[in-house]
């Protein structure tokens, strides 16, 4: 190898580790630090809602939903109320999964709401945020090795935000990622007793809604209409488990 080459791919490596947040932290440690994180950041926004009458929906079923997820997960997942004006919910590293008070008043019934819940468990479960912040150092890495190769005179891993635990909410996966989620969250919902058809139900009326700033958990993701048919395959595909739940909205258990 040509030693001015590699003395170029030596110095990106150390650049992007010293820039990445996990270059010193275990995946544990870096989720934990980056879910403390986003809370705190969130408190300090004053969005969080300690004591708010939708607790009253949320907690039942969250509680469900996390007695099925907390052991698929190196931490006990929480779930909390944020205002904010888009119907919206996120899941942070470590385990906090935060609803906005707006997505408690579009969701229609119980069955919707939990499949939002278990959706975004799956992203914590599946480590996506960690695995999001690997895939782009490696993108920064390349980015660098251009910049050093060719160049491009200014470092991209230097200049380029990696701080992804203050951005979670408007994080954007990939349709893989997203397609996981409800396969993943499918089960969850259906090893939690609640009617995983729920989620097909809840993307059907986005199907129908004309908004011009769709929910994270829509937000580039692939089309309402091809993850409806994905689930409705899956169910197909596993009777034993998703046999024995209604299809029909008229059965879902109106919000109380």
């Excluded at 007695?67 to 004006?85: E, G, I, N, R, T």
């Excluded at 050093?148 to 230097?158: A, D, E, I, M, S």
């Excluded at 939690?192 to 809840?202: D, I, K, R």
Aim: net charge negative; aromatic share 10%.
């Amino acid at each position: 190898m040509n030693r001015w080459i590699g003395s170029a791919l030596l110095a990106a490596a150390l650049v992007v580790g010293a820039a990445s947040p996990a270059a010193a932290l275990t995946e544990h440690q870096w989720e934990a630090q980056v879910g403390q994180q986003e809370y705190q950041t969130l408190q300090n926004q004053g969005v969080i809602l300690h004591a708010s009458p939708y607790y009253r929906i949320l907690n039942p079923i969250a509680a469900r939903i996390a007695k099925v997820a907390d052991p698929q997960y190196d931490f006990p997942f929480h779930f909390f109320l944020v205002h904010m004006s888009q119907p919206n919910a996120f899941a942070v590293p470590g385990g906090n999964v935060y609803v906005t008070d707006s997505l408690m008043t579009f969701v229609q019934n119980q069955q919707e709401l939990a499949g939002v819940l278990c959706h975004e468990t799956s992203h914590d479960i599946h480590h996506d945020v960690y695995n999001l912040m690997q895939k782009n150092q490696r993108l920064d890495l390349m980015a660098t090795l251009a910049d050093l190769l060719f160049g491009g005179g200014n470092n991209r891993v230097v200049n380029t935000v990696l701080g992804i635990g203050t951005q979670l909410e408007s994080l954007r996966f990939s349709r893989t990622v997203e397609q996981n989620a409800d396969h993943k969250g499918a089960f969850t919902c259906a090893a939690a007793g609640m009617n995983p058809w729920g989620m097909v139900w809840l993307f059907r009326r986005f199907e129908n809604t004309n908004m011009t700033s769709p929910p994270e958990f829509l937000s580039d993701h692939p089309g309402d209409a091809e993850r409806i048919t994905a689930l409705e395959n899956l169910f197909r595909e596993y009777p034993a488990t998703f046999g024995r739940f209604n299809s029909n909205v008229r059965s879902a258990t109106p919000l109380k």
